[in-house]
């Protein structure tokens, strides 16, 4: 289809031409020149009806070059405004890029913090069980020591009940009550 308009568009031009070139022919040539010019009864009457028919086919040239130049204005600015469109698809594709950029980089932050505190408050508990358990090894430590000293100041007691071993057994006694709720 956009051979036949393409030829078509051709027509009025070269209709142009050959009226221009058939009144030019007329005007300046008669019979004694060209034979066959005897056979029209008026050539001055023929040119001027070329030249009419010249000059409608200028107008609807004119047309047709208008019409031309519109569509071809046209799709220049159709493939301007695409190529904005694109332009503005790649902006806008560009900026979802960054934004997901952004927003990866800030949840792996956000996940470095999280491990981070995870990390920090793992050491504390581990920090605690120590202390703990060293609080604990200490207190059965001193109950130990506490119970030795009873078993000796009692044995000591029942060996040799004398006044030095009752003050021994005594002291004893009164470091049970003191730490007796600790214990």
Known sequence: MSRWINLLALLPST?????????AF?????????????????????????????LLVAVVNLGVEWNRRNRETDRLDEAEADRAKA??????????????????AEERREDQARAEAERAEEKQRR?????????????AARRARVEVER??????????????????????????SEYRDSL
């Not at 920090?127 to 207190?139: L, Y």
């Open 26 to 54: 007329l005007r300046f040539y008669d019979e004694t020149d060209f034979l066959f010019l005897g056979q029209l009864a008026h050539p001055r009457l023929w040119s001027n009806q070329l030249t009419v028919a010249a």
């Open 15 to 23: 209709s142009l031409t050959l009226l221009v070139i058939s009144i």
């Open 127 to 139: 920090v605690e069980e120590k202390q703990r358990r060293i609080g604990e090894s200490e207190q």
């Open 87 to 104: 332009e503005r698809r790649r902006a806008e594709d560009e900026r979802h890029r960054a934004e997901d950029k952004r927003r990866r």
């Open 151 to 176: 078993d000796l100041a009692s044995l000591s007691f029942l060996l040799d009940p004398s006044e030095q071993n009752r003050d021994a057994l005594t002291q004893t006694i009164a470091l049970l």
